[in-house]
């Protein structure tokens, strides 16, 4: 599994309250991907980085923020959860290459937003 | 921008029966890669595609990639329980380290 691990697993939140989801690993990899799953959409691209503090913006990066000040750690935050944002989030890190290295994921955030 | 197109989104089999599941990009891929995901469980990688017209298999599995590099498709002959999850195609826009993922198939296989 690459050593990765996220937490929480599971979130229970209201609407409006921040929430920040966390993805560590063990094996000092540059390319770090947030991911949300939600039924009929699979997994859609939220931000990714390729450095510390090398971020970008992937498909539906509206209402996230993520931060990465360490190698191992890449963080996502909702500002202000909104019902919309739940979902199931996956963090994976690419092993072997930014254009070809293949993805290991971690186990997945269930967020609930009340 | 991309749009990595998967069909069909859900088909069911008999054990036994063989299964194929297509994606399809509207710009020309560098390369491609399928990853299966089973139910509750994480997307694991199961392999790449590179060349042109390149197929690899897998035990069971065969994977294609079109001569234009622009579709690619899984098939899986007599399936299993064991193959029950959901499959994904995934592109990398060259250029950028973008996984763009399609929208999956999910396989249902009845004993």
């Known amino acids: 599994d690459a050593g990765i691990t996220q937490s929480p697993r599971h979130k229970v939140t209201e609407t409006g309250t921040p929430v920040t989801l966390r993805c560590h690993q063990t094996?000092?990899?540059?390319?770090m991907y947030w991911y949300r799953q939600d039924p009929g959409h699979g997994l859609r691209l939220i931000h990714y980085?390729?450095?510390?503090?090398?971020?970008d913006k992937g498909e539906v990066s509206d209402g996230y923020s993520v931060s990465r000040s360490k190698t191992e750690d890449f963080l996502l935050t909702l500002e202000s959860a909104t019902s919309s944002q739940t979902s199931v989030y996956f963090c994976a890190i690419s092993v072997g290459g930014p254009n070809t290295g293949e993805l290991f994921f971690g186990e997945g955030s269930r967020l609930t937003v009340l | 921008g991309q749009q990595v197109m998967q069909i069909p989104q859900y088909q069911h089999v008999q054990e036994g029966e063989d299964f194929t599941t297509y994606c399809n990009s509207s710009?020309?891929?560098?390369?491609i890669q399928w990853y299966k995901q089973r139910p509750g469980g994480h997307p694991v990688f199961l392999i790449q595609l590179v060349k042109s017209g390149e197929v690899k298999k897998q035990k069971r599995l065969t994977f294609q990639f079109g001569e234009a590099k622009k579709n690619s498709s899984l098939h899986i002959t007599a399936t299993q329980t064991t193959d029950v999850g959901t499959y994904f195609c995934?592109?990398?826009?060259?250029?950028?380290?973008?996984?763009?993922f399609g929208t999956g198939t999910r396989l249902k296989v009845l004993a």
């Open positions: 980085s390729y450095g510390v503090k090398d971020t």
């Open positions: 995934a592109e990398v826009t060259s250029g950028t380290y973008k996984y763009i």
């Open positions: 710009t020309t891929l560098s390369n």
């Open positions: 094996e000092n990899h540059r390319y």
